[in-house]
Structure formats: structure tokens, C-alpha cells
């Protein structure tokens, strides 16, 4: 079993109450997105408006997806660069990008803690912090599965 299968296994266990699972299809992304949100606020140093806090923390999110599985940070890419993207267009419509990724950010924690509560178990991050960035591979890897592609 490779180091991804035993992570998404783990993450699993406390992760089977259909509502819980339901939650976690809508808020696990919804964090990532608001996270992301929130780095893209911070600018970084030069004069390109591209360079952000954001690029740089995806960056080593990326390098770590990269070390468990190459098509889950395929997939992961996508994800993140969608959720760049967004964040791209929302601060061309000169919208409050930091009281948006807030606002996301905390509605869809209090989601996620309500299914947790629902599925009787605590949240897999509170024994391990890096159980925050297999939330999302775990999704890609069922929609994945789902496709009939391989996640390992």
C-alpha cells in the first residue's frame, strides 16, 4: 500500500456518514478556494501583479501532491489553478477579495464541524495537521475512481 492509499484510507474512516460526505463535497473545496483567496490578497515584492502569496504557497502544495501521486497533483494543478483563476477574476470586478475568502472560510468550517458532529467522529486534521491538504486528494482521488482513472 503506498503512502497516498494509507492517508486516504485513514481519512476515510472518520469520513463515512453519507451527510458528512455530502458536506465535505462542497466545503472542502470551498476552504482550499477561500485559502487560496486569502494568500492571493497578500502581494509579494516586484512589480508583476501576478506574484502573490498565493503562487508561491501552491507552488509547495503542489511539490507535496508531486511526492504522494502524479494524477492527484494533475488533478490537484487543475484545482488549484481554477481557484487562482477565480480569485483573479474576482479582483479584476474590484471586489473585497479578503471579506469574500472570509465569509467562505468560516460558513464552510462551521459545515464542515456540523458534519463531523453528524458522522460522530472528530475531523482527521486534529490528529494530523497534513490531513488539511488530503481533504481535497481525497475528493480528486473518488473523482478519479469514479472515471475509472487510477489515483496512486
Known amino acids: 500500500m503506498t503512502r497516498l492509499q494509507e492517508l486516504l484510507s485513514e481519512y476515510s474512516e472518520s469520513h ?19 485559502i487560496v483567496g486569502l494568500l492571493y490578497a497578500v502581494p509579494l515584492p516586484g512589480e508583476s501583479e501576478w506574484m502573490n ?21 494533475i488533478v490537484m494543478f487543475i484545482f488549484s489553478m481554477s481557484c487562482f ?12 477579495i479578503p471579506l ?7 460558513v464552510a468550517w462551521i459545515g464542515q464541524f456540523w ?3 453528524v458522522e460522530g467522529k472528530k475531523p482527521s486534521f486534529l490528529k494530523d495537521l497534513q490531513f488539511l491538504l488530503i481533504g481535497p486528494a481525497w475528493l ?10 487510477r489515483g496512486e
Request: with cysteine.
Open 100 to 106: 469574500i475568502a472570509i465569509i467562505v472560510f468560516v
Open 115 to 117: 458534519g463531523h458532529k
Open 53 to 73: 502569496l498565493a503562487l508561491l504557497a501552491l507552488a509547495a502544495v503542489m511539490i507535496y501532491y508531486v511526492r504522494l501521486s502524479i494524477p492527484i497533483s
Open 16 to 34: 463515512q456518514n453519507p451527510v458528512n460526505k455530502a458536506v465535505h463535497w462542497v466545503c472542502v473545496p470551498a476552504i482550499f478556494w477561500s
Open 85 to 96: 483563476f477565480a480569485w483573479r477574476f474576482i479582483d479584476d470586478q474590484g471586489l473585497s
Open 140 to 149: 480528486a482521488s473518488q473523482v478519479m475512481t469514479r472515471e475509472g482513472a
